[in-house]
């Protein structure tokens, strides 16, 4: 069966600290990857998605920046974080294309910069 | 723009049935999902419709009407364990996922 990992659960940052959070799915191959941001009282906000190795697609401008070294891990970093950096990041995989595509999330990262 | 509208809070009883809106104005329309979040937790998928009409999976069901841009989540017997933030998506026209911001659903003895 299919998972995914995702660390750390909780990160305590300060400002203009550096930023890399880990995603590693296991039992499927090439999958769709995800990054997407929660912040309280607003919906999921997708920042980064990646649908083979070296392919990563930006939806939001911003300091952040995603990798795909291998086929199944998927890297969300930061030169310097922001206070506005802080919130909740899920990663996600899906493994089709097409309307009825559902995604499967990792258990998240609760980032706070301070 | 886009926007998905669903309650930001409901409140109901354990055992009862309770119902949970979502409006949509999207460009396009390639399907509609529920998500059940709890505190602190990834969301998992619970539903997904893409013709009108009413879906069934054990005690959840959901609905669709495309032409009023609605759907809704039905919760029945209520447990404790469905104590949880609801995710409305939908996916446009270009297949990217529109979300709502969810609905916190408290379930009391």
């Known amino acids: 069966s299919q998972t995914i990992h995702q660390w750390p659960a909780t990160l305590v940052q300060p400002v203009g600290s550096p930023l890399s959070l880990e995603c590693t799915v296991e039992?499927?191959?090439?999958?769709?990857l995800y990054w997407y941001r929660q912040a309280a009282g607003r919906g999921l906000q997708l920042l980064f998605y990646?649908?083979?190795?070296?392919?990563i697609s930006s939806e939001v401008p911003q300091n952040l920046s995603a990798s795909r070294p291998q086929d199944r891990q998927f890297i969300l970093s930061s030169k310097k974080l922001l206070l506005s950096d802080s919130g909740f990041y899920l990663c996600?995989?899906?493994?089709?294309?097409?309307?009825?595509?559902?995604?499967?999330f990792g258990s998240g990262t609760q980032l706070s910069v301070l | 723009g886009q926007n998905i509208d669903q309650p930001t809070e409901m409140t109901a009883t354990e055992g009862a049935i309770v119902q949970i809106n979502c409006t949509y104005q999207?460009?396009?329309?390639?399907?509609l999902f529920w998500y059940q979040q709890h505190a602190g937790e990834a969301p998992t998928f619970l539903s997904y419709?893409?013709l009108d009409g009413l879906e069934e999976k054990g005690r959840f069901s959901s609905f669709l009407s495309r032409s009023k841009g609605y759907s809704y989540l039905l919760l029945k017997e209520l447990q404790m364990k469905d104590s949880a933030s609801y995710l409305c998506?939908?996916?446009?026209?270009?297949?990217?996922?529109?979300w709502g911001a969810g609905t916190k659903l408290i379930i009391k003895p």
């Open positions: 996600a995989w899906s493994d089709s294309v097409g309307g009825s595509e559902k995604l499967f």
């Open positions: 039992g499927t191959s090439n999958p769709n």
């Open positions: 990646s649908v083979g190795i070296g392919q």
């Open positions: 999207t460009s396009g329309f390639n399907g």
């Open positions: 419709n893409v």
């Open positions: 998506a939908v996916r446009d026209s270009n297949y990217q996922l529109i």
